[in-house]
């Protein structure tokens, strides 16, 4: 199983931006998918966006239009770029490898590594 180590979150300002990391330690992520998924307080880990094990890019409604993951994946290192944050996007923020076929690539229940997740706070 792959390690995955999340960084790059911290508190920021309504309107503001952060880079988030997806590390692989150990193996590249070439041909899987790598998720983004969140959890607020109280509320259930969703999806965010992943790219898929063919480089294509997918996005849940809420953050669509403003985050991104790069197209140009590097083997051992998946970004979010996320912008133009809202008071809502604060959550904790997970990466996570599938194998997953296109039809299931946005359920987290096909996720079975994950990493440990990395504080997004964003003020208003």
């Known amino acids: 199983q792959v390690q995955l180590v999340e960084s790059g979150g911290g508190l920021v300002q309504a309107g503001g931006s952060l880079r988030l990391s997806c590390a692989a330690s150990?193996?590249?992520?070439?041909?899987?998918?790598v998720g983004w998924f969140r959890q607020a307080p109280g509320k259930d880990r969703d999806f965010v966006a992943v790219?898929?094990?063919?480089?294509?890019?997918y996005y849940a409604d809420s953050v669509k239009g403003r985050f991104t993951i790069p197209s140009d994946r590097v083997k051992k290192t998946v970004y979010l770029e996320m912008a133009a944050l809202k008071p809502e996007d604060t959550a904790v923020y997970y990466c996570?490898?599938?194998?997953?076929?296109?039809?299931?690539?946005?359920?987290?229940?096909?996720?079975?590594?994950w990493g440990q997740g990395t504080q997004v706070t964003v003020s208003s």
């Open positions: 790219i898929s094990k063919t480089s294509h890019t």
């Open positions: 996570a490898t599938s194998r997953a076929v296109l039809s299931a690539i946005r359920n987290p229940v096909m996720y079975g590594n």
């Open positions: 150990g193996t590249t992520f070439s041909g899987i998918n």
